[in-house]
């Protein structure tokens, strides 16, 4: 089965690169992307092989990857936006020691969840979607949501001090 996979790999490999040039330009990114989509791909991979729809359901993990870098990198931007505008609002010089103090309160936050509730917001800040953390962690999808709301609405009660 395995030289199965690896063939299959190797024979989609050409036609994913060219669809990755719906989502970038950049050499380096395609590649990733193409890589990344393989390994999201592989727990069920083997059911699609030889499937006639194998690259339509390929090319669907790949957008759902490069949607979910974009959104992770654009709630990046917007938090480097606003830090950087409360730290030139309240000084025009850099306060590492306060960004540290942030940081460590984050973490510390995050810590004082269970390991499961720490895992399913993990995986939803790296930009999973609701039905991928139910099945990673084998919980129904509503209740995924539900954690979310409460885990979020724990996390800004220990963080208000932050609110602005």
Do not use: C
Not at 2 to 17: A, F, G, Y
Not at 46 to 66: Q, T
Not at 80 to 91: A, C, G, L
């Amino acid at each position: 089965m395995k030289t199965t996979l690896n063939s299959t790999i190797s024979e989609n490999s050409p036609i994913l690169k060219r669809l990755a040039n719906n989502f970038t330009n950049d050499p380096f990114e395609k590649e990733d992307l193409v890589q990344e989509t393989f390994i999201r791909s592989l727990k069920s991979l083997e059911k699609f092989v030889n499937h006639p729809k194998l690259v339509s359901w390929l090319y669907v993990i790949m957008k759902n990857i490069y949607l979910n870098k974009y959104r992770r990198e654009a709630i990046h931007r917007i938090a480097e936006k606003e830090i950087t505008y409360t730290q030139s609002s309240n000084s025009k010089i850099k306060n590492k020691a306060e960004s540290d103090f942030v940081v460590k309160d984050v973490q510390d936050a995050l810590h004082t969840l269970s390991e499961e509730n720490y895992k399913i917001i993990s995986m939803y800040l790296e930009g999973f979607k609701y039905y991928e953390i139910a099945e990673h962690m084998n919980i129904k999808e509503g209740t995924i949501k539900t954690r979310i709301h409460t885990i979020r609405k724990i996390l800004k009660k220990k963080l208000r001090v932050y609110a602005v």
